[in-house]
């Protein structure tokens, strides 16, 4: 039986033609078509520089952190530097009542110790 070989394809082709050759369209064609539908972007609103820094100083100075974000709050009028501002207060806050307790803790340990 001769007729059973397996034939060599050219140029390892399923079909055996070179797609170069005969025109046919690259992979992926639809790229250009899908570009005009694209999805608009959307850009995020600026924060103040100011309610930044408050944030950021809502953990080392707590004293300073907490009137800052409430003069920002009472300048902004959009929402992302109004819940960046009472972020830092509360954050202002809660690291005062912390620092508040460190230092109770410390004067009875010191009162206490002498004692």
């Excluded at 819940?83 to 230092?103: D, E, F, K, N």
């Amino acid at each position: 039986m001769p007729d059973l070989r397996a034939v060599a394809f050219a140029d390892d082709e399923v079909d055996g033609l070179d797609e170069c050759v005969t025109g046919a369209p690259e992979p992926n064609g639809a790229s250009g078509f899908a570009a005009e539908f694209a999805m608009p972007t959307v850009m995020p609103q600026p924060v103040r520089p100011l309610a930044i820094l408050a944030l950021l100083l809502a953990f080392v100075v707590p004293f300073v952190a907490i009137p800052l974000g409430h003069s920002v709050l009472r300048r902004s009028h959009d929402g992302r530097d109004r819940r960046v501002a009472q972020m830092s207060i509360i954050i202002g806050y809660l690291t005062t009542l912390l620092l508040a307790l460190v230092g109770l803790n410390l004067v009875v340990a010191l009162f206490l110790h002498t004692a």
